[in-house]
């Protein structure tokens, strides 16, 4: 069995480089033998040349780590004992969840798996999923008995995207592994790089659902603000100012309105929905404040029209500036984004929409949601509607941007409240 003090011994393959994978093989790589491995060639020449387009590391980290080298080439995987695999778990069309890349990749490590190796899983799953549904592809593929000739552990991704103060090695990590040695040594080898220390779960179930609960509780917590912003809508009073007033209170749950997008809250929800619906159990909390959070969208693009219509203007070809499309601010992670909800129901009012993001990649918008990023600001638009509080629109100057009678929607709470005509 592998041993956390005989590091030469050790040889960690990092499956899919995203901002997930790509941290942690940093991280390892300071101190093991590490090889990053995502099936994007695009991707594995620019981080083997010193770019991060996720912008998680800087070219300066990527080059001075010996013990860190990128692949596309599955062959290489073979001198690997210890696999981590950290790929996507999105869900479909119907919001059932998509498993494909994590099967996909369990096939890859199957097939170079050998006795007494051990695969670790990040992704965030439903509870069961490692071992009902990895398991038994990893055994097919390698011909080896599970917790006989290989062994697994299970230990949730915490990352932040764009937080550079809470990093990986900042955030305690919840480990489990498929027998008590192997919980033992995924412990030893996650406690040897996170500085936060490690919290050891009772069994991979334990783990993914660990997971599986921090995301819904946020997403329940989101919702119910999002909530109170479509009851005092009605009410016309300002919700910022009611959230602010409440959290006077010593016990009171910051949390704010907005769009919840990206690649946890809300997607993860729904891996735990399948699992429950599977066992004959409806979830009403969790369902009820998924419907809640998917419709803020709707609900936005609405209440923007409204304004517009308040103030005179023509519906029908009127033009809107919509301000970020990344799901969080200051970050270029567009996974999962819930302003594409809003884009795409102004279009259906006849709305002339742009959107301006200095953070977003042009050809990844474009490719997944076939919009035209602009270049520059340089236009008058009839609405102005911030969705994403990056830091750079805080010092913009909306005055230069505005038609007569111009409506300014700062779903973010980032502007003066003198200065716009609504905040969510």
Avoid at 283 to 296: A, E, H, K, T, Y
Avoid at 391 to 400: A, H, P, Q
Wanted: with cysteine; charged share 25%.
């Amino acid at each position: 069995m592998h041993k956390i003090s005989e590091p030469e011994n050790i040889k960690i393959a990092i499956i899919g480089l995203g901002y997930v994978g790509l941290p942690l093989a940093v991280e390892f790589g300071k101190k093991y033998s590490v090889l990053g491995f995502d099936i994007n060639q695009i991707r594995i020449d620019e981080l083997s040349n010193g770019y991060d387009r996720t912008q998680e590391m800087t070219s300066a980290t990527l080059k001075t780590l010996n013990f860190l080298s990128f692949s596309n080439n599955k062959e290489a995987l073979k001198t690997c004992n210890i696999f981590i695999v950290t790929v996507p778990t999105p869900i479909d069309k119907y919001k059932k969840p998509d498993l494909s890349p994590l099967l996909a990749a369990s096939r890859t490590v199957g097939k170079v798996l050998k006795k007494n190796d051990i695969v670790i899983y990040e992704s965030t799953v439903y509870p069961g999923c490692t071992e009902e549904d990895c398991v038994p592809v990893l055994a097919n593929e390698s011909g080896l008995v599970f917790n006989q000739d290989f062994f697994c552990g299970y230990s949730p991704e915490r990352i932040n995207p764009g937080d550079k103060i809470n990093t990986l090695t900042k955030i305690k990590k919840v480990t489990s592994g498929s027998t008590p040695e192997i919980a033992d040594f995924v412990d030893d080898l996650y406690g040897s790089i996170i500085e936060a220390g490690t919290y050891k779960a009772t069994s991979l179930k334990v783990a993914e659902a660990s997971k599986s609960i921090e995301n819904a509780q946020r997403d329940v917590n989101i919702s119910f603000v999002n909530e109170l912003a479509l009851i005092f809508d009605k009410m016309g009073i300002d919700t910022s100012e009611v959230l602010e007033a409440a959290g006077t209170k010593w016990n009171f749950l910051q949390f704010k309105p907005g769009l919840v997008g990206g690649h946890c809250i809300g997607v993860d929800p729904y891996y735990l929905l399948h699992k429950s619906e599977s066992l004959g159990y409806y979830p009403q909390v969790i369902l009820s404040g998924r419907r809640v959070n998917d419709n803020m969208g709707i609900f936005v693009a609405n209440k923007l029209i409204k304004l517009l219509i308040k103030k005179g203007h023509k519906i029908e070809g009127s033009k809107v500036l919509i301000l970020g499309i990344t799901f969080k601010e200051n970050c270029p992670d567009i996974r999962n984004s819930r302003v594409i909800d809003v884009y795409h129901e102004l279009k259906e009012f006849g709305v002339q929409v742009d959107v301006y993001d200095p953070w977003a990649s042009k050809h990844e918008v474009k490719e997944e949601y076939q919009i035209t990023l602009l270049d520059n600001l340089n236009d008058q638009y009839d609405g102005i509607l911030l969705a994403v509080s990056h830091n750079e629109y805080k010092t913009l100057n909306l005055e230069n941007f505005k038609n007569k009678n111009a409506v300014i929607f700062d779903i973010k709470g980032i502007y003066d409240k003198t200065t716009v005509d609504a905040r969510l």
